[in-house]
């Protein structure tokens, strides 16, 4: 990179970063811009310092890991940052010569394929820009710090009524596949998940590892001894790979939240969480993210009311191609 760029880029990553701070807390107080697939696109503010900057990175998750449910198999993702508090105009040129570069790539035509860009909630000056490019924010990562209280609910008593929360076993392996792929069907129905033919297999796989792990990191709500509810959560060494979308400290990801459709509304999940924070607090875990589908109605209102909110939106136009 020559210095002239790299310059420009560490003066955008100090001012974003504080930035960043004074839109939420939470997010990370760094702003650092990785590597892109070539040199930053630049949008030109006042005085020859740019307004902001973007990288584009590709990728191909392959057939065959479970990643590939969770989204497109090409994944074009943009990472902007920017300098002034309204985004609006230099998001709007980034996002136009974003559009540029992928119309030169013939692997954007196909059709598994989405141009992706992840969003900070708070900071609503650049959502037009983003909706007037033909993007949907589709995924909600939402953070719960350690310590912030549920909303008491009438559901708080109800759950305790012949309730029983027990850790999950390797012998629960049958079940807690079949409520992990609960989740992963509810998802698909949202965009935010894509069944694949191994999904199935690959889940069971992964569920099977995750149930060897001692202390256990998975819940099973049972009712009448029949397991009705389950929540699942990434343990602080394997939820780095998104921790560094908050502020330092112990981080976990809760990857599986999920009550059976005939026992919800009865105060189960709320059971579960509270059960899962408990836990989890007593672990030392300072920040809690999670994912949510945008258009899952049952989801932000829960959440919330466990105690998380909004901390990135996930944007996403499919086939990238189709990006405006
Ligand atoms: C989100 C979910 C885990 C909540 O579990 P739950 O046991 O239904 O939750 P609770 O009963 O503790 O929470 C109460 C809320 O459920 C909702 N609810 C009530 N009846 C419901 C029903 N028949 N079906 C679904 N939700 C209902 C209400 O909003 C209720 O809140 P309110 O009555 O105070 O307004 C559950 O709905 C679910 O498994 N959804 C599908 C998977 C999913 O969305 N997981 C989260 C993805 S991030």
Do not use: K
């Amino acid at each position: 990179m020559p210095w002239m760029v790299r310059d420009a880029v560490d003066d955008i990553n100090r001012a974003v970063g504080r930035r960043w701070q004074g839109l939420d807390p939470l997010l990370p107080p760094r702003a650092d811009l990785p590597e892109g697939c070539a040199a930053p696109l630049v949008a030109n503010g006042v005085n020859g310092r740019p307004a902001g900057l973007a990288v584009c990175r590709h990728e191909h998750v392959p057939a065959g890991t479970l990643n590939q449910t969770w989204g497109t198999a090409g994944r074009f993702s943009l990472v902007l940052r920017l300098r002034e508090a309204d985004t609006s105009g230099a998001a709007d040129d980034l996002l136009g010569q974003w559009r540029d570069h992928l119309a030169r790539l013939p692997e954007v035509a196909a059709d598994d394929t989405a141009a992706m860009v992840n969003w900070p909630a708070r900071d609503v000056s650049g959502v037009n820009a983003l909706l007037r490019h033909g993007m949907q924010a589709l995924t909600v990562v939402a953070v719960r710090p350690a310590g912030h209280a549920a909303v008491v609910t009438r559901h708080d008593e109800a759950a305790h009524q012949g309730l029983v929360i027990r850790e999950a076993r390797p012998a629960d392996l049958d079940v807690v596949t079949e409520l992990e792929m609960g989740v992963i069907r509810y998802d698909a129905l949202f965009g935010a998940a894509v069944i694949r033919p191994a999904t199935g297999d690959l889940v069971r796989a992964e569920t099977q590892a995750a149930l060897a792990a001692r202390p256990a990191w998975a819940w099973l709500a049972e009712r009448d001894g029949q397991p009705v509810g389950l929540v699942h959560v990434q343990p602080p060494g394997q939820s780095g790979w998104i921790a560094g979308m908050t502020r330092p400290g112990v981080t976990v990801y809760l990857q599986t939240m999920f009550v059976r459709p005939e026992m919800r509304g009865s105060g189960i999940g709320t059971a579960l969480v509270r059960h899962a924070h408990s836990m989890l607090d007593a672990r030392g875990v300072q920040t809690t993210l999670l994912h949510y589908a945008q258009m899952n109605p049952l989801s932000a209102p829960f959440w919330n009311r466990m105690g998380y909110r909004p901390l990135w939106t996930g944007w996403e136009v499919r086939p990238a191609a189709s990006l405006r």
